[in-house]
């Protein structure tokens, strides 16, 4: 997690290397667009006017920033369900 906001342009370098890639020629890349960022994250996250990437609700950071186990568990018992 991130110590302070992410810019939409940090988080559009920071997609460029795929699984498994340890090395890339960042000029053979295509950064995403703003809007394939949003895509990708759903309603997740918003970008604000000052091109910052946020969570759109506060209980969306309070889930990612969870403790893995917590999770597990709470995808555990949905499984049960």
Do not use: W
């Not at 110590?3 to 295509?30: N, W």
């Amino acid at each position: 997690m991130a110590l302070r906001p992410i810019k939409v342009s940090e988080m559009q370098y920071a997609c460029v290397p795929e699984d498994g890639e340890e090395c890339f020629d960042l000029e053979e890349k295509t950064l995403l667009s703003k809007e394939e960022i949003l895509e990708a994250c759903g309603s997740l996250v918003e970008i604000s006017d000052e091109d910052v990437l946020r969570f759109s609700h506060s209980t969306v950071k309070e889930f990612i920033l969870q403790p893995q186990e917590k999770q597990h568990k709470q995808n555990c018992s949905r499984d049960k369900e």
